[in-house]
């Protein structure tokens, strides 16, 4: 019994370790380059909106 249980606590490690690395592994640098990318698209959309309105104003 007290082997059975403690297989399946190293599997139930096994798992959380796991789910831990593929959750969190290589994480910082890809969050980093997709919120510069949400930055810059930001920026082109309210560059574009300014540039709209100016050229309705325009009219």
Do not use: N, P, Y
Not at 23 to 42: I, V, Y
């Amino acid at each position: 019994m007290f082997l059975i249980l403690l297989e399946a606590l190293g599997a139930g490690c096994i798992l959380v370790v796991i789910v831990w690395w593929t959750m969190f592994s290589g994480r910082s640098d890809t969050e980093a380059q997709h919120q510069a990318a949400l930055d810059q698209a930001a920026a082109d959309s309210a560059k574009d909106a300014a540039a709209t309105d100016k050229t309705e104003r325009d009219h």
